[in-house]
Structures are given as C-alpha cells and as structure tokens.
C-alpha cells in the first residue's frame, strides 16, 4: 500500500472430512468407511490440490 501498511494475507481454505460413527436402533455406521476415505490416503493430495491448507482429519483410538 502507498502509506507503508502491509496488505493482510488472503484467507487460508480449511476443509474436513466428516468421521461420525452413530448408531441407529442395533446397526452402526462408520462414515469413515462409508465414504472411502479410511482406504484412500492419496485423498489427502486431492485435498491439497484443491488449495486446502489446513484439515481436520481424525485419528480414531477405538472403534
């Protein structure tokens, strides 16, 4: 800027994947499982590829 400020940084993109496991009456759903990302680690790429810079992924201790 002409008066010596500094121009503030563009927004960052932040995204996440969603890792509910919920039970309905007896059955359970995982939707790590269910929407593949638990088997797709290049997803992550993917995701960076897009402009993402910062991700929520989780780490399941116990399922």
């Known amino acids: 800027m002409r ?4 121009m503030p940084s563009p927004p960052e993109l932040w995204g996440g994947v969603e890792c509910t496991i919920n039970r309905v009456g007896d059955r359970w759903f995982d939707q790590l499982a269910d929407n593949g990302h ?4 290049d997803d992550l790429d993917r995701f960076a590829g897009l402009g993402i810079r910062g991700l929520r992924f989780p ?3 116990e399922h």
Do not use: H, I, K, V
């Not at 008066?3 to 500094?6: E, H, L, N, Q």
């Not at 638990?38 to 680690?41: F, H, N, P, S, Y």
């Open 3 to 6: 008066d010596g400020r500094s």
């Open 59 to 61: 780490l399941l201790w």
């Open 38 to 41: 638990r088997q797709c680690l």
